[in-house]
């Protein structure tokens, strides 16, 4: 019996002994939740609300080493979009995570698959994509954005050349 009871005492005591790691990875959040909004303004074309989940600092960084403001990448995103009959991203095909890296600092993870028809030819578009959030105070601080734009380059190009052949 006693043999049963310093075997419970050793137990106890390496179990409450054990650091546990706090919580690093989150499928819900405050972060995700406005990177879901995030994404609902951009397909809905609410410019305004779009630009006030970015910090006044914000940088933006999409296939570059040279970041913009969101101003800046809201106008390239505009102009880009203005020839398209419809863009989304794939419901079934989007993945949000939240994680609280090694120094503490808040990233969101996006990646999904964007769907897009080219007005006039109606060329459609399918387009991996991955974003990087960083938060800080539930705000984007910077934004790294990784896609291939040469489909959506090539299918503009003959949009144009359609076009000017008319």
């Known amino acids: 019996m006693k ?35 995030l994404l609902k303004d951009y397909q809905s ?15 933006v960084f999409h296939n570059t080493t040279q970041g913009v403001s969101p101003q800046k990448q809201q ?9 398209l009959n419809a863009y989304q ?5 989007t993945y949000i995570e939240m994680v609280l890296d ?6 969101v993870y996006f990646w999904s698959t964007w769907e897009a028809t080219v007005t006039g030819t109606n060329a459609e578009l399918i387009v991996p994509v991955h974003l990087a959030l960083q938060f800080v105070d539930n705000k ?15 299918a503009l190009t003959e949009k144009e050349a359609a076009e000017m052949a008319e």
């Open 3 to 37: 043999k049963l009871i310093l075997l419970g005492m050793v137990v106890a005591i390496f179990t409450a002994c054990q650091q546990t790691e706090p919580q690093r990875w989150f499928r819900n959040s405050a972060e995700t939740d406005v990177t879901k909004a």
């Open 45 to 59: 074309g609410n410019w305004t609300s779009w630009l006030s989940h970015y910090s006044d600092t914000a940088k």
């Open 75 to 83: 106008e390239a995103l505009r102009q880009t979009i203005q020839n």
């Open 89 to 93: 991203f794939n419901e079934n095909e």
């Open 102 to 107: 090694d120094n503490n600092e808040t990233w």
């Open 140 to 154: 984007i601080v910077r934004e790294y954005g990784f896609y291939d734009t040469s489909s959506i380059m090539l």
